[in-house]
């Protein structure tokens, strides 16, 4: 059975004992030791005692929308796209123009200027040299 009692005193990860009040909040370090991490803080550096998980959040936070969800920035994001429209319309020839649109949240001229950039030639929506048919697979 564990008890869940308010602790007279604890153990700061330097060695020393520090006594713990009766109200509010019970410490997790000393004195000395919440000045130099609030020091640290405010250099831009990071204290081991830290937790990894929140250095993340934080930073994820701070760059907006597109690093929480796939843990890229906004310049990465985009050079991602423009590699993957690339290499989607070479290798899958079901997928049009409007598809590859809809699939990355992109305009269709985004698109054509990114094939364009790659060296491929596209008229309208469709694809060139296609043959008459189904494609072989």
Known sequence: MSCFQRPSRITCACGTVVKVGPKGM???????????????RARGETPPSRP??????????ELGPARPLLGLTAAELSAWRHRRIVELYQREPELSVDAL????????????GTLQRAGIRVQGNGRTA???????R
């Open 26 to 40: 019970v410490p997790w370090r000393c004195r000395t030791c919440v000045y130099k991490h609030k020091l640290a």
């Open 52 to 61: 990894a998980h929140l250095v993340a959040a934080e930073r994820s936070e």
């Open 101 to 112: 649109c809809e699939r990355f949240d992109v305009s269709k001229q985004q698109v054509l």
């Open 130 to 136: 296609l043959p008459a048919g189904l494609p072989a």
